[in-house]
């Protein structure tokens, strides 16, 4: 399982509460450290990328050399990454094989962007706000805010990241982290199963029926009473979605579990807002649409956010003022709310954007 955050989030605090508890930690900066001080080839193409000086009389890599290099740019930073990430992965690979554990760890600050996620079956992310990671990291390095706010932008945003992970470890004081969901995914990890997402069939219609119908339900019960009406979304409309190839289903275990809809814009009934605006109206938008699920699945919404995530950073969303678990949903999940828009019927639903910021491209 892999453990990542930002720096100042936590991750080695969590990774050390684990090894308390009796599991084994591979730690990537450390055997970074450690490569970069001993693999040969790993210290001649740093010498050859960087000169001489990077190294002692002796041969040793001169550290405060290297942070130099990484220091002036975030190409130095992804030079350098090209070279070590590679010999990390070899390295961790032959530890991994060498361990029996039920469950063995991965702490790696670059979990995503080195790739070293397609290498865990789980991905974990600590998390803490910026303010609160930038602040830790200057009480414990003494470095000033600006060098720390430059390493900080050269990762991966942290909501990128929650997009992306299994499960998120919430540190916001940095005191002793609650791991009681990590360790239930260990033991129950069939609570946590892994979600595929597919373009929908016409075979998986009468599966997205019964879906929409429990939708229904779970709307009536919360008390929103007019969204959905009239046996909404229709056969015909759910039909015409799967054959113009925007209909998604959501699978657990080989079963359907929720479906929706994915299209780009620009969609009609966003050109006009009202009492309101869109963060961003010039950047193109995908949008997203009938959202049903099935009672009892977790982490559902999050499953699918991932998904649209990887086609646009950019999502707009509609719902109606009745359905609060949606709106909950939306803005927990750093949706903001825009205004109000209008159905081609005339019926208003308040409208949501959520614009992810990428990690620039080195």
């Known amino acids: 399982m892999g453990i990542t955050g930002g720096i100042g989030s936590g991750k080695t605090l969590v990774c050390q509460l684990l090894e308390d508890a009796g599991f084994t930690v591979y730690y990537c900066d450390g055997a970074a450290k450690r490569i970069m001080e001993t693999n040969e080839n790993v210290i001649r193409r740093l010498s050859t990328l960087i000169g001489q000086s990077i190294l002692t009389a002796d041969g040793q890599l001169r550290k405060d050399a290297l942070r130099s290099f990484m220091q002036d740019s975030a190409e130095n930073v992804d030079r350098i990454n090209q070279i070590v990430h590679p010999a990390v992965k070899t390295d961790f690979l032959y530890w991994?094989?060498?361990?029996?554990?039920?469950?063995?760890?991965?702490?790696?600050?670059?979990?995503?962007?080195?790739?070293?996620?397609?290498?865990?079956?789980?991905?974990?992310?600590?998390?803490?706000?910026?303010?609160?990671?930038?602040?830790?990291?200057?009480?414990?390095?003494?470095?000033?805010?600006?060098?720390?706010?430059?390493?900080?932008?050269?990762?991966m945003p942290e909501e990128e990241k929650r997009l992306r992970t299994d499960l998120v470890i919430m540190n916001p004081d940095g005191k002793k982290p609650d791991i009681s969901s990590i360790l239930d995914l260990i033991a129950h990890p069939s609570d946590y199963p892994k979600t595929s997402i597919?373009?929908?069939?016409?075979?998986?219609?009468?599966?997205?029926?019964?879906?929409?119908?429990?939708?229904?339900?779970?709307?009536?019960?919360?008390?929103?009473?007019?969204?959905?009406?009239?046996?909404?979304?229709?056969?015909?409309?759910?039909?015409?979605?799967?054959?113009?190839?925007?209909?998604?289903?959501?699978?657990?275990?080989?079963?359907?579990?929720?479906?929706?809809?994915?299209?780009?814009?620009?969609?009609?009934?966003?050109?006009?807002?009202?009492?309101?605006?869109?963060?961003d109206d010039t950047t193109p938008y995908w949008v997203l649409h009938r959202i049903g699920k099935r009672t009892g699945p977790r982490g559902v919404f999050d499953d699918i956010l991932r998904f649209c995530n990887n086609r646009s950073d950019n999502l707009r969303i509609d719902t109606h003022r009745d359905n609060k678990i949606m709106q909950k949903l939306l803005l927990r999940n750093d949706f903001q709310y825009c205004g109000i828009i209008y159905l081609n019927n005339g019926d208003e639903r308040l409208a949501y954007q959520r614009i992810v910021q990428k990690a620039e491209k080195q």
């Open 96 to 155: 991994a094989e060498c361990q029996s554990d039920k469950a063995v760890f991965v702490e790696c600050a670059l979990l995503f962007e080195s790739g070293f996620d397609a290498l865990v079956d789980r991905s974990i992310l600590v998390y803490a706000d910026t303010p609160t990671r930038l602040q830790r990291v200057i009480e414990r390095s003494h470095m000033d805010a600006q060098t720390v706010s430059q390493w900080m932008d050269r990762q």
């Open 198 to 279: 597919r373009q929908s069939t016409e075979s998986d219609l009468p599966q997205m029926m019964h879906i929409f119908a429990e939708a229904r339900t779970i709307m009536r019960s919360s008390g929103n009473l007019k969204q959905w009406i009239n046996n909404y979304p229709s056969v015909e409309l759910v039909r015409e979605d799967i054959s113009k190839g925007y209909s998604f289903v959501v699978e657990r275990h080989n079963e359907i579990i929720a479906s929706f809809v994915f299209m780009p814009g620009p969609d009609s009934t966003y050109t006009h807002i009202y009492n309101g605006a869109w963060k």
